[in-house]
């Protein structure tokens, strides 16, 4: 099996964190890519040419841009709820590797405590957005949001760290068995909620489908397109309205997942 860093040269904070990338394990690929990585269609061909096994994780160094330009270290997977307007297909997702965006986001919490000068980072998850929408499980761990940060050497050292470690650690359901896989429904884009939950509990968090973008024809998709297998969905009642709820609900009795409301 093989594990896949990518980043893209058009990406400021994805080449500052490249520098930091230096790995030395056999079973892990670094590539750079001309295209923005949101825009992909397929991974990029060379890699094909040097990975001859199964791919396992693809982990994007990427910047987060928002017009608030606060600074922020976020993690998140790929996809498309509705329109693909920034990269990807419509209505698909990629595949969200649970356990290691929950890992990703307890070590850049930990780094955070650690470094004052990290301080004023916040970090959060993010729900599922933008493309590419590939069939691997892929993740962006991201330094925003603003140019600033996408220059801040010390930000992007740590976001590279982080990234180390998931590539020298495998994880699985049976090594985590005390951790519960979910998915997340409702809320606002940095689904702080859901963060909260996952500092405080023993739980892992795959695909996130906010407010904004509600539709429940693609719970069933967020179900299949989490690994490990989900076993629970959690609904911020509060970040959504009464129909929405009330289409949540019908949909995972239908697919038969657990559910709560947070």
């Given at each position: 099996?093989?594990?896949?860093?990518?980043?893209?040269?058009q990406d400021i904070a994805?080449?500052?964190?490249?520098?930091?990338?230096?790995?030395?394990?056999?079973?892990?690929?670094?590539?750079?890519?001309?295209?923005?990585?949101?825009?992909?269609?397929?991974?990029?061909?060379?890699?094909?040419?040097?990975?001859?096994?199964?791919?396992?994780?693809?982990?994007?160094?990427?910047?987060?841009?928002?017009?608030s330009a606060l600074p922020?270290?976020?993690?998140?997977?790929?996809?498309?709820?509705?329109?693909?307007?920034?990269?990807?297909?419509?209505?698909?997702?990629?595949?969200?590797?649970?356990?290691?965006?929950?890992?990703?986001?307890?070590?850049?919490?930990?780094?955070?405590?650690?470094?004052?000068?990290?301080?004023?980072?916040?970090?959060?998850?993010?729900?599922?957005?933008?493309?590419?929408?590939?069939?691997?499980?892929?993740?962006?761990?991201?330094?925003?949001?603003?140019?600033?940060?996408?220059?801040?050497?010390?930000?992007?050292?740590?976001?590279?760290?982080?990234?180390?470690?998931?590539?020298?650690?495998?994880?699985?359901?049976e090594k985590n068995a005390?951790?519960?896989?979910?998915?997340?429904?409702?809320?606002?884009?940095?689904?702080?909620?859901?963060?909260?939950?996952?500092?405080?509990?023993?739980?892992?968090?795959?695909?996130?489908?906010?407010?904004?973008?509600?539709?429940?024809?693609?719970?069933?998709?967020?179900?299949?397109?989490?690994?490990?297998?989900?076993?629970?969905?959690?609904?911020?009642?509060?970040?959504?309205?009464?129909?929405?709820?009330?289409?949540?609900?019908?949909?995972?009795?239908?697919?038969?997942?657990?559910?709560?409301?947070?």
């Amino acid at each position: 099996m093989s594990k896949i860093i990518l980043y893209s040269h058009q990406d400021i904070a994805g080449e500052n964190i490249s520098k930091f990338l230096k790995l030395n394990l056999s079973n892990v690929k670094i590539f750079g890519t001309d295209e923005k990585v949101i825009n992909l269609n397929d991974l990029p061909f060379e890699i094909y040419g040097v990975v001859a096994d199964k791919i396992d994780l693809i982990i994007v160094a990427s910047r987060h841009k928002s017009e608030s330009a606060l600074p922020t270290l976020c993690v998140h997977s790929p996809g498309n709820f509705s329109d693909a307007k920034l990269g990807g297909n419509e209505r698909t997702l990629s595949i969200a590797p649970a356990l290691y965006i929950r890992e990703a986001i307890i070590e850049l919490k930990k780094e955070k405590e650690r470094q004052p000068n990290l301080s004023k980072y916040d970090v959060t998850l993010e729900v599922t957005h933008h493309g590419p929408t590939l069939n691997f499980p892929l993740m962006f761990v991201e330094v925003g949001s603003s140019e600033k940060q996408w220059n801040d050497l010390n930000a992007c050292e740590i976001t590279g760290n982080v990234i180390k470690k998931l590539c020298d650690t495998n994880l699985n359901k049976e090594k985590n068995a005390n951790i519960k896989i979910a998915i997340g429904i409702g809320g606002n884009h940095y689904a702080s909620k859901f963060t909260k939950i996952l500092f405080c509990e023993d739980i892992a968090f795959g695909h996130i489908m906010p407010k904004y973008n509600f539709n429940e024809e693609m719970i069933e998709e967020m179900i299949s397109k989490t690994i490990p297998k989900p076993e629970i969905a959690l609904i911020d009642w509060n970040g959504l309205n009464g129909e929405q709820r009330n289409k949540a609900v019908k949909k995972l009795e239908q697919a038969n997942l657990e559910w709560r409301k947070v």
